[in-house]
């Protein structure tokens, strides 16, 4: 059984970073195309990052060139860096096995001076 577990939200100053951790505590999906999603009070979750099997990652606008996913199959790990972060950036941020309805708990994030 898959499951998920993330860590690493905190409460950061605009321009900080912070590093989210997801674990998969269950099953090894090293082999599954990974996501983080994000979701502000009163918005839609929404695609932050992902990472296909062979490698490749793809961010939206919002965010390209501050965060950064990254995987340690070896650990059944999934990371996302952010830098640079703005009030904006403040949701909570899940990690999902993409095209599944494998959600983990959740992390909140605030970005606030």
């Known amino acids: 059984q898959v499951q998920l577990v993330e860590s690493g939200g905190d409460l950061v100053q605009p321009g900080g970073s912070l590093r989210l951790t997801c674990v998969d505590s269950g099953s090894f999906f090293s082999d599954r195309s990974m996501g983080w999603y994000r979701q502000a009070p009163a918005k839609q979750r929404e695609l932050v990052a992902s990472?296909?099997?062979?490698?490749?990652?793809n961010y939206p606008d919002a965010v390209k060139g501050r965060f950064t996913i990254s995987r340690d199959s070896a650990k059944k790990m999934v990371f996302l860096q952010m830098n640079n972060l703005k009030p904006e950036d403040t949701a909570v941020y899940y990690c999902?096995?993409?095209?599944?309805?494998?959600w983990g708990q959740g992390t909140q994030v605030t970005v606030s001076s």
């Open positions: 999902n096995i993409l095209n599944t309805n494998v």
């Open positions: 990472i296909l099997r062979h490698g490749e990652t």
